[in-house]
């Protein structure tokens, strides 16, 4: 069974522009979440997608943004990148979002 | 805020059992236990999670204190790929308005050391 795939994997972005990550789940899962990872803040919760609705979201600015296709893959996209944003994008998957979350190998976003 | 109290830092020597403790004395009847660890720079990997019993896998045991205030992840022959952040999340069952969220705290950074 395929893990959690996340593209690209490495971005280099410049300030002001916008960006968009892509996110495939595991096969059958319909919960995707994602968090965003910097040294200072560490793991922190950004959004999760279940069945195309947004269910939950963390405290970041509406300049970050999902959505979730009907074959549960998911985007997120930052617009008006700001230096702040560079940091690690991961997205997990479960069943139902209640069960265990599987994790991609993330995208490192860098923003100069 | 995460709900969950972890050493900053735990050494082991290779071969050996690791034994990592968390502390979630505020955790809800609803609420499992779980544990993550991180690879430098990888994804999180889940472990193991569980509820009031203890259990375990292929990669791990969790044994959870009978007031479920506590709980220890036990590697029990930690081999030097075993080096990583390891993350201990009390994680809400159905029905809560925090589905599909986890918290995470600092974690510990384990070093197996040969």
């Known amino acids: 069974k395929a893990g959690v795939t996340q593209t690209p994997r490495y971005l280099i972005k410049t300030r002001g522009q916008q960006v968009t990550l892509s996110c495939s789940p595991i096969?059958?899962?319909?919960?995707v979440s994602w968090y965003q990872q910097t040294p200072g803040q560490g793991l922190q919760f950004l959004f999760e997608?279940?069945?195309?609705?947004?269910?939950n979201k963390g405290n970041f600015p509406g300049r970050f943004s999902g959505r979730q296709f009907s074959n549960s893959r998911s985007e997120m996209n930052v617009s008006t990148l700001e230096l702040g944003d560079s940091a690690l994008y991961l997205c997990?998957?479960?069943?139902?979002?209640?069960?265990?979350?599987?994790f991609g190998q993330g995208t490192r976003l860098t923003v100069v | 805020d995460a709900k969950t109290t972890q050493p900053t830092s735990m050494d082991c020597a290779e071969g050996r059992a690791a034994n990592l403790p968390c502390n979630h004395s505020?955790?809800?009847?609803?609420?499992?236990v779980y544990w993550y660890r991180q690879i430098h720079s990888q994804g999180p990997q889940y472990i193991i999670h569980?509820?009031?019993n203890n259990e375990t896998n292929e990669m791990a045991s969790l044994i959870i204190t009978e007031d479920r205030k506590s709980s220890t992840l036990i590697l029990p022959h930690a081999t030097l790929r075993d080096t990583a952040v390891y993350y201990c999340?009390?994680?809400?069952?159905?029905?809560?308005?925090?589905?599909?969220?986890?918290?995470f705290g600092q974690g510990t950074t384990l070093q197996v050391k040969p």
């Open positions: 997608y279940f069945s195309e609705t947004q269910r």
């Open positions: 999340i009390v994680r809400v069952a159905a029905g809560s308005s925090n589905t599909g969220k986890l918290i």
């Open positions: 997990a998957s479960s069943l139902t979002g209640t069960t265990e979350a599987f």
């Open positions: 505020t955790i809800s009847g609803n609420e499992y």
């Open positions: 096969s059958g899962h319909r919960s």
């Open positions: 569980g509820l009031k």
